[in-house]
């Protein structure tokens, strides 16, 4: 998705987002910088962003990556608005017929009738073809 002429990109990011860049040829995986890193525009080179806590409204986070060309001058650049969304499954772990969100028992199952834990029921059939 770079713009022709692009050789390599910069990335800004808002404090609720996380950003990785993984570079071909290189096991590890680095964590970028909010600004003034410059990455090579190599195939193979892979930006990974996500949000590190939920959001306090819609598209209250950003990330935005600027190409440029050989000699560093700017090019272009692509934004994304990111909105991230809490979830919890919140469970009757006691079994007491009382749902609690922060109820000790989640973590862990205990077969029988004094045990704890929830108990989930999932449907994994094939309804539709």
Same mark, same amino acid.
């Given at each position: 998705?770079?713009?022709?002429? +692009?050789? %390599?990109?910069?990335?800004?990011?808002?404090?609720?987002? @996380?950003?990785?860049?993984?570079?071909?040829?290189?096991?590890?995986? #680095? @964590? +970028?910088?909010? @600004?003034?890193?410059?990455?090579?525009?190599?195939?193979?080179?892979?930006?990974?962003? %996500?949000?590190?806590?939920?959001?306090?409204?819609?598209? &209250? /986070?950003?990330?935005?990556?600027?190409?440029?060309?050989?000699?560093?001058?700017?090019?272009?650049? +692509?934004?994304?608005?990111?909105?991230?969304?809490?979830? @919890?499954? &919140?469970?009757?772990?006691?079994?007491?017929?009382?749902?609690?969100?922060? /109820?000790? /028992?989640? +973590? %862990?199952?205990?077969?029988?009738?004094?045990?704890?834990?929830?108990?989930?029921?999932?449907?994994?059939?094939?309804? #539709?073809?």
């Amino acid at each position: 998705a770079a713009p022709a002429g +692009a050789v %390599s990109f910069g990335v800004k990011y808002t404090e609720g987002v @996380s950003v990785e860049v993984a570079c071909r040829g290189q096991a590890e995986v #680095r @964590s +970028a910088p909010s @600004s003034g890193t410059r990455w090579p525009l190599d195939e193979g080179t892979v930006l990974m962003f %996500s949000m590190s806590r939920a959001s306090t409204e819609v598209n &209250d /986070n950003k990330v935005t990556v600027s190409f440029y060309a050989e000699g560093g001058q700017p090019i272009n650049q +692509a934004g994304v608005f990111l909105t991230g969304i809490g979830i @919890s499954l &919140d469970v009757d772990a006691d079994r007491d017929g009382v749902v609690e969100k922060n /109820n000790p /028992n989640k +973590a %862990s199952w205990t077969w029988g009738p004094e045990g704890h834990g929830a108990i989930l029921l999932v449907s994994c059939d094939k309804e #539709r073809p």
